[in-house]
């Protein structure tokens, strides 16, 4: 939940009743559709009306949904929510205008929403879970781990925290990389995390992580990313420590596949304690007949292979992985439109400029938390590269299992990898046609041959598999059987041109 969430300033009917709860107006709309833009207002919490309000309602609705485990709470929305939802304090370029609120921090709008919440559910239930979701609290300049909304929130309250969000792992030249983001590459917990847990341990309130087990924004259109080290590594730390639990879910990645199995696995008291020893059984256990041996080392190849991936937030939000099996309006041998590709979540229409991959000062992140281009392909080659090795052992290991999910596994591991040698190809693409002139066909040829390749020998396992390019926040499919057909067509025409 994201109370209070705002109200359209056309509901006169509202408005006229209430004015003296009327907050921060805000311009909102479809994520897909931000040039259509509808004015909102918000709940003021400041008010004692809305705070009662809050109360109220969270009292009602565990009353009228008495098997209701609980609320998970997010109070830095990306949403219009409360009136410091958008806002800051003393950021000229956001700053608050709510009268009431100005008065007041953020963390107290916060700590007011929490408690109001709480206090209504404990009036009729001491055992639903108020669970209070730290996301994006550090928005408002307050500093990690944010101790001044954490020590005065009840103790009866549960912390969740970002599990890998604020960490730093070492990657391929790249040693102490920060990671932003969800991330099955990074096993976790980030410092940040630890800061977090540690705050609110002392306070004596119990504590929760968020996760996300089948996929992440490094790969959002596929069923999973297949990183069981990782896997092992997040849960092994569950296991041994005294998390009062876990969300591994969010509003994509969540499809069953080896990755959930093996969570639930490792938590599990069959699971030894050694990772390779862990790999092992649980590859014997969920792909009966297989070369358990074999496949353990192939996860942990793929682990490997996932040092070279270029990971920053301009590139997980603006790359174009999740498409680029059907991104076939790129291959033009000419110069660029010049149009942006638009976010990777999302399916809008595409241009051909990718410079939001990389653009770290359009991004407002350092230079050092970002890739360049050059690096960027590099980096996919590599990632290609060593996946390949990784998808022919899995494959080898998975031969001799004739449970349906073996071929599944199979397939969505290949699929990853042609995405990753894929998404070098269009860098590579992009990279020409910024610069373009006729000399180039012939660069720009092999590029497209080898993307035809690419996309003949990944069709089968797509058609094979409906569930694959399907991204869950996007509401739709990045790539599918007929999209990659439509590509390799116009490809093959373009070969068909050119010597």
Known sequence: MQPPRTINVNNREFWDRHPDVAGQEEDTGDFKHPEATVKVRSLCTSTAPVRLWLKNAARQLVEDVPGLGGLILITASELP???YSHRQKDDPRWRIECPNCRTHNPADIVVEIINSIRDGIREVSATTAIIAWNWSWTMWGIAPPCREIIDRLPADVILM???ERGGYKDLWRRPRHLIDEYCLAYAGPSELCRSVFDAAQKHGMRTMSKLQLGTTHELASVVSLPLLTNIFKKASYHKH???????GCWNFGNQISANTAAFNYFLSSACPDDEAEA?????AKYFPGCDAALLARSWQQFDRAMDYYPFSIPFVYNGPMNYTLAFGQIYVAGKLNGRPVGPSHLIVPRGDDLAGAFDYAASGHKETDVFSLDEIIVRLEKLAAAWAEAVEMLTAALATCSDTKARDEAGNAAICGAVWHSTANTFKIFRLRRNWDDSMRSEFMKIARDELAVLRKVLPH???????????EAHGYMFDAQSI???ILALERLDKKRP
Request: glycine share 10%.
């Open 485 to 487: 057909k439509d590509k």
């Open 81 to 83: 929510a409360h009136c």
């Open 241 to 247: 420590s005294e998390s009062a639990g876990f969300m």
């Open 279 to 283: 790999l092992r059984s649980f590859g």
């Open 161 to 163: 925290a970002d599990f």
């Open 462 to 472: 797509v058609e094979r598999d409906p569930r694959q390019g399907y991204h869950a």
